[in-house]
């Protein structure tokens, strides 16, 4: 069984126009959830995780994320992107005490 | 800190050779991770070491895959022979502690003829 679902391959945005990056993931008693970046041609970079705490994570470059346990969700967010925000987006989980699993990733495509 | 270092950074090789990848993770980290991204399969966990043992190795494809970590700053991770379809990304990582960040090299780009 999946452990985390990254459902959109591909989207496309204008530059300064918000977006929505989404990750849901398999139901479990204690998960850990990470968001991760990849540029082209360079390894991946955290963005923000979630461990426990507030549900409301904050990460680097503007982005954030909300962890919502009834809708087993930890959707990626920024207001406003840039151009220099294309680029793979990995939702990671580790779910009970076993290995952090990767989504299939989100290309996140900004145009002018 | 230097972050994750990894060499090669590309590599080209014939069939049926072998294939040596090495990794040095960050200083301190005591957990150390192997992966392997593809277009196909994405990004699969090999192997991963805590305090130079391996812990988990579920993830190897097959015996001709094997890593090896002889002291805290050095892994290895080896193809022999090599297949054209091991030709993939190999991404080391490391962490202080499991459930901590994971700190990524910027990856051996492998192709295998």
């Known amino acids: 069984a999946q452990s985390v679902t990254q459902l959109d391959s591909q989207v496309p945005v204008f530059e300064e126009a918000p977006v929505e990056l989404r990750c849901n993931y398999s139901s479990s008693v204690s998960v850990y959830l990470f968001w991760y970046v990849q540029y082209p041609n360079q390894g991946l970079q955290l963005l923000l995780k979630y461990l426990s705490g507030s549900t409301l994570v904050k990460g680097i470059n503007g982005f954030e994320a909300e962890f919502n346990k009834s809708q087993t969700s930890f959707h990626l967010r920024k207001p406003s992107v840039h151009i220099s925000d294309t680029a793979e987006y990995f939702c990671a989980v580790i779910l009970g005490f076993q290995k952090l699993v990767f989504g299939t990733g989100t290309r996140l495509l900004v145009s002018p | ?113």
């Open chain 2, 1 to 113: 800190d230097a972050g994750v270092i990894q060499s090669p950074r590309h590599e080209v090789t014939e069939m049926g050779q072998e294939v040596t990848l090495r990794c040095k993770p960050i200083s301190g980290h005591d957990y150390l991770f192997w992966y392997r991204q593809t277009m196909m399969r994405g990004l699969e966990l090999l192997i991963y070491f805590n305090n130079n043992v391996p812990i988990d190795d579920s993830g190897m494809p097959e015996d001709r895959f094997s890593a090896k970590m002889p002291n805290a700053s050095f892994s290895t991770l080896k193809i022999q022979p090599s297949e054209p379809r091991d030709s993939a990304v190999y991404f080391c990582a490391s962490s202080l502690e499991y459930l901590k960040t994971q700190y990524f090299g910027p990856g051996t780009r492998l192709l295998v003829l």
